[in-house]
């Protein structure tokens, strides 16, 4: 466990695209081999927009990471936070702890709140908009979005008291779940069940790309399902009824364009009261 809080926490910039770039290339081949839907789409052309705003995602939060340093190297040097509270415990249990709550505030509850507040809701639209979710719908994240999940994150590190060993280690598995969650691919539906009860597993996490409620507002969890489950925004739907997207904003030509989806959290619009039929 050492060994791995050490290389993190000094972890190069090169071994972080690599983690990224490695995990978009295996899962756009998995994609290919063992697809859930096969889209008629041509997939590099629906991959630009998102890819667009991938690299917007990781300019946003490279050029905001001091941040993020500076503030795991207060709570280290004030002993802050609430995994510094606790009493002495293994090394491993500290960095879990430290993970699991890290996705909370970064994931979970960032995630919970975009979709409760009308504005955020308006700036995560450009996520929910992709009609065809796969691998590269991951990042897919209006940069205006990318600081308000940063901002997230770093709340979780003052409340929680991560060094950045830990931080990093969150950001690399955040990165390639949500890569995995996104991915167009299809596992056994037992075994998939069983994932959803540790895990965010695909097809938990392609519920929440439903186009309609309620099953929008649910399944906000990244990492860990736990927080769906404690918190009751735990939904199943099954894989064969998904239809991407959102109701009420239905142009898939303009959901496919970077201009527009730059302009889409400040169009006027209405959030969908319209509920999917939950028997059918």
């Known amino acids: 466990m050492e060994t791995i809080i050490t290389y993190f926490e000094t972890i190069p910039s090169s071994h972080r695209s ?9 899962f756009w081949v998995l994609e290919g081999g063992l697809p859930l839907f096969k889209f008629t789409y041509k997939k590099w052309q629906h991959a630009i927009p998102n890819l667009f705003f991938t690299l917007t995602t990781v300019a946003i939060n490279f050029a905001l990471a001091f941040l993020l340093l500076g503030a795991a190297d207060w709570v280290k040097a ?12 293994p090394l ?3 960095a879990l702890l430290g993970v699991v709550l890290l ?8 995630h919970y709140v975009e979709h409760k507040v009308k504005p955020l809701w308006m700036v995560h639209l450009v996520h929910h908009t992709d009609h065809n979710v796969d691998t590269t719908t991951a990042n897919r994240h209006h940069p205006i979005e990318s600081l308000i999940r940063f901002s997230f994150t770093l709340l979780g590190v003052f409340v929680v008291g991560t060094p950045i ?23 056994p539906k037992g075994l998939d069940k069983a994932l959803s009860y540790l895990i965010v597993s695909p097809d938990m996490h392609k519920t929440h790309h439903h186009f309609r409620l309620p ?5 906000y969890g990244n990492i860990l399902s736990i927080w769906d489950r404690m918190f009751g925004t735990y939904r199943y739907l099954d894989r064969e009824k998904l239809k991407y997207g959102v109701d009420v904003f239905p142009d898939e030509i303009k959901n496919s364009n970077i201009k527009d ?10 959030k969908s009261t319209l509920s999917a039929d939950l028997d059918n």
């Open 103 to 110: 996705d909370f505030f970064g994931a979970y509850l960032a």
């Open 215 to 219: 099953y929008t507002d649910s399944n």
């Open 92 to 94: 491993w249990l500290y």
């Open 18 to 26: 690599l983690i990224l770039v490695g995990g978009l290339t295996f």
């Open 261 to 270: 989806l730059l302009k889409q959290p400040f169009q006027k619009y209405e």
């Open 78 to 89: 004030n002993d802050f936070g609430i995994i510094n509270w606790l009493p002495q415990m």
């Open 165 to 187: 060993a830990l931080i990093m280690i969150y950001q690399a598995m955040s990165l390639i779940f949500t890569q995995f969650t996104h991915a167009n691919i299809k596992m």
